[in-house]
C-alpha cells in the first residue's frame, strides 16, 4: 500500500478476487523470471493468508524491476459498486466462446473466461465441463442449451447464482438438485436447456479453490488459537494448584511450630515441680 492511500484504507478485508489478482501478478513474475520458484511459493502462501489490503500491499510492492514492462496493475482500492459485488462480473460483450463440441472426446470451458449470453454445446460419446465460478457474463442472464447423446456434460456453477433447468432427458436426465436456490441480489441467472438422449447433464455448486483454500487456512488458524487458548487455561490451572499446595504446606509448618512451642510450656512445669519435690 502507497504512503498517500487512503487513511484506514489497509485495514479493510480483503476480497477473493483482490488474493488472485495479486496471485496473478505473482504467476506473472515467476515466469518472467522476477522470482525463484521458492520466493514464488512463500509470497503465494502469504497472499492466500491475507486478511486485509495491509497484508496484501508489500507481497507485490517490489514488482517489477526497474527498466522492465510492469506487470498487470494490482489495485487494492475498492470501488463503489452500485448493483453489488456481482456488477464487476457481468461486463457485456459477446463472451469468449459460443460453442463447444466433443464427440467421443471432450471440452472445457473454465478458469477466467466470459460465458456469452448463449451457449451451445454438444457431446456425442464425450464429455464436456462448463465452470463459471471465475467466470465473467456477458449479461445479467445466460442461457446454456446441452445436448448430450450417450455423454454428458458437467456445469459448475458459484454461490448465489441462481439456476433455472429446463432440459429435457429421454432415458437420461437432467440435474434438477440446484433448481429452486434463490440468487444474490444482483447475481446472474443461469438458465441449463436442451436435450439428453443416454446422457446427462449435471449441475453443481462450488466454491472456488481459492474460496475454499482461504476457509481451510481460517480452520487452522482456529484450530491453533483454540489450542493456545487451552495450553493458557492448563497453565492457570497448574498455577493455582502449585499455590493452593504452598498455602498448605505453610500452615502445616506454622503448626507444628506452634505445636512444638505449645507443648514446652508443661514440661518445664513438670520439671520445675519435680525440683521443687
Known sequence: MTDDAAP????????????????????????????????????????????????????????????????????????????????????????????AVAVLSGFQRRGRWTAPRRFNCFAFWGGGEIDLREANFAAGEIEINCVAIMGGVQITVPPGVEVVVRGIGVMGGFDQRETGVPGEPGAPRVVVGGFAFWGGVGIERKKTRAARRQEKLDRKAAKRELRSSSRDDEWETHRRILEGHKDLLHGHGLGHGGGHGAGSGPREEQRERRYED
Do not use: N
Open 8 to 99: 484506514g484504507l489497509p485495514e479493510l478485508r480483503a476480497s477473493d478476487a483482490d488474493r488472485e489478482r495479486v496471485a496473478e501478478v505473482l504467476r506473472d513474475a515467476l515466469a518472467e523470471g522476477r522470482l525463484d520458484m521458492s520466493e514464488f511459493e512463500e509470497r503465494l502462501e502469504e497472499t492466500y493468508k491475507a486478511r486485509t489490503y495491509g497484508e496484501l500491499a508489500p507481497i507485490t510492492r517490489d514488482l517489477p524491476v526497474a527498466g522492465v514492462t510492469p506487470p498487470p496493475v494490482v489495485s487494492l482500492h475498492k470501488e463503489p459498486i452500485e448493483e453489488g459485488s456481482w456488477a464487476g462480473r457481468i461486463v457485456g460483450g459477446e463472451g469468449s466462446s459460443t460453442w
